[in-house]
Every structure is written in structure tokens, then in C-alpha cells.
């Protein structure tokens, strides 16, 4: 069984301070994660992909997470939020053991102000 | 590179009503999944496909839903009847294979009165 717990349904930042949007994961084998976006009215986008290799992660736009086994988590960072951030994050968790089927958890909105 | 298509953007039904929504995948892209979107939630799984045939079908509900790849390209999603809680958005998602990277279609608005 494999699940994701986005801890943050809203997240408010100002523009140009630092984003977290925290995520944990269940798995029972060995994970795949990802964090996807979506901007109002689109579909989702890959912003970066976890798949065991280095537990530091670059994706597009800045963004960046860090895998962490002995905390199950996987929290997306960015250094500087710009107005175009705002969408809402999706954490994904994918597993052999769970057929590569993706499990979404419900989201955190992002609201980035002036 | 073209993305996913999918139409229509936008459906109104009314209840009982049968509605069906068209998915055309990257090039190439053998793995088409379904994906059912209420308001307030991550997507929900609810067919994939590789090629024309069916992988998993487990949460798709087989009453009224029923989804086709007949030629292992274009796949369509039908509802029939449809319910006032089929009220979300429909995103097709492909790739090349099973474990790589699903891209997403922009979706289908389906709201149901």
C-alpha cells in the first residue's frame, strides 16, 4: 500500500521570500516521488521526480526537494516565490510493488501576494 | 512536441444524461491513463491502458463508466447515465511506458445539473 499526506491544504508566502510545501509518503517497497503543478483550468505539470538516486532534487522554475527516508518525507523548496508560483502542488507517490500507479495527495495551495 | 489533447474543454449535462470525452496522446505514448479530479482533491485512477488494452480497470465504475483505446491511440471516456457526483474534471494522462513520466492533457470541465 502506498499513500501521501500533504500536510498544508493553503500555503501564503510573499513575493520573493522562500516556499515550502511539505509532503510525506507511505510505501511499502521502495518509492518513486514526484511533485506535479496546476494552474487554474490546466492540466498538471512535472515540476521534479525522486527515483533513488541523489536524495536532492532539481526540477523547472527553481524548485527543488529533498527525499529523506528516516522522515518518510519529501518537501518542496524554493529559495525565492515569484507571482507566476501560485497554482496548487500535488506530491505523488509511485511504487513497483503498487504497479507504477500514481497516488496523489489532496494538494496545498500556493497564494503568492506583493 | 505536442502536448495531450483532450476535448471538450467544458461539458453540461443534466443528470441521467450520457456524455463522452476524447483523448489524443504524444506521439508515441503506448500508456494512457483516465483520471477523475473532484473539486478539492488530487486525481483519482480510473483506467489505464497500454495500447488498446486494459491494465487496470479496479476504480472505474463499470455501471455507468466505460473507456476504450480501440486502435492504441485516441481513447474515449463515456458516462451513461451520468450522476449530479460525476461532477469533476476528466484528465488523460500518457507516456511512454509504465514507469516514465505522465504528461496530462488539460482536462474536461464536466459539471452536472
Known amino acids: 500500500a502506498q499513500s501521501v499526506t500533504q500536510l498544508d491544504s493553503h500555503v501564503s508566502v510573499s513575493e520573493g521570500t522562500p516556499v515550502l510545501l511539505r509532503c510525506n509518503y507511505s510505501s511499502s517497497y521502495s518509492p518513486s516521488l514526484f511533485w506535479y503543478v496546476q494552474h487554474p483550468n490546466k492540466g498538471l505539470q512535472l515540476l521534479l521526480k525522486?527515483?533513488?538516486?541523489?536524495?536532492l532534487v532539481k526540477g523547472i522554475n527553481g524548485f527543488e526537494a529533498e527525499f529523506k527516508k528516516s522522515e518518510t518525507s519529501f518537501h518542496l523548496t524554493k529559495p525565492s516565490a515569484h507571482m507566476s508560483d501560485a497554482a496548487e502542488y500535488f506530491c505523488v507517490v509511485s511504487s513497483r510493488g503498487g504497479g507504477n500507479k500514481l497516488t496523489f495527495g489532496t494538494g496545498t495551495q500556493l497564494k503568492v501576494e506583493l | 512536441e505536442a502536448g495531450v489533447a483532450q476535448s471538450p474543454r467544458y461539458k453540461i449535462i443534466e443528470k441521467r444524461q450520457s456524455v463522452a470525452f476524447w483523448c489524443n496522446p504524444i506521439s508515441g505514448h503506448a500508456t494512457l491513463y483516465w483520471y477523475q479530479q473532484i473539486l478539492g482533491q488530487g486525481p483519482k485512477l480510473l483506467i489505464q491502458?497500454?495500447?488498446?488494452?486494459?491494465?487496470?480497470d479496479s476504480q472505474l465504475p463499470k455501471d455507468r463508466f466505460s473507456a476504450e483505446r480501440l486502435k492504441g491511440v485516441d481513447s474515449t471516456l463515456k458516462i451513461q447515465p451520468a450522476k449530479l457526483e460525476d461532477s469533476a474534471v476528466y484528465l488523460c494522462?500518457?507516456?511512454?511506458?509504465?514507469?516514465?513520466?505522465?504528461?496530462f492533457g488539460d482536462g474536461t470541465r464536466l459539471s452536472i445539473l
Open positions: 491502458f497500454q495500447n488498446n488494452g486494459v491494465v487496470d
Open positions: 525522486y527515483t533513488s538516486a541523489a536524495t
Open positions: 494522462a500518457t507516456s511512454g511506458a509504465p514507469d516514465q513520466p505522465q504528461h
